[in-house]
């Protein structure tokens, strides 16, 4: 399983809180949402990008720095990302665990690996530049 990271030059609680909040998804995460996330009930958002309309369901805010988040694919199959924000020498680090489903190839697991890669360095462009 990959981990993808970077460190962004801000202060670790400050990328968790711009994160956290599914309105700033489609400023950073394109591979996953593309346009304003709606609420759909129960702790469930509505997001539409590149994979088709999908349900995204995030953890409580804690003061761990975890931000996993469950995104419910068109077909109905459920997939757990595990993502961390956690100090580093006065900045933060974000790492996401890119999780492989079932049938993929490792070419699609690189390919995902890739598209986390370019999300997070969108995160920490818009937070180093604000």
Request: charged residues 20%; proline residues 7%; aromatic residues 8%.
């Amino acid at each position: 399983m990959p981990h993808v990271s970077t460190v962004i030059a801000r202060p670790w609680r400050e990328v968790y809180a711009y994160a956290a909040d599914p309105a700033n998804l489609p400023q950073w995460a394109a591979g996953l949402s593309t346009a304003e996330l709606r609420p759909a009930g129960d702790g469930w958002w509505t997001a539409t990008g590149p994979l088709g309309t999908v349900g995204v369901r995030f953890c409580e805010r804690n003061e761990f720095g975890v931000l996993d988040h469950v995104v419910r694919l068109p077909d109905g199959t459920e997939v757990l990302n595990p993502m961390r924000v956690v100090e580093w020498d006065g900045a933060a680090e974000v790492v996401f665990s890119v999780r492989p489903r079932e049938g993929m190839t490792d070419a699609d697991v690189q390919a995902d690996a890739a598209a986390v890669a370019t999300d997070l360095a969108t995160l920490k462009g818009v937070l180093e530049s604000g």
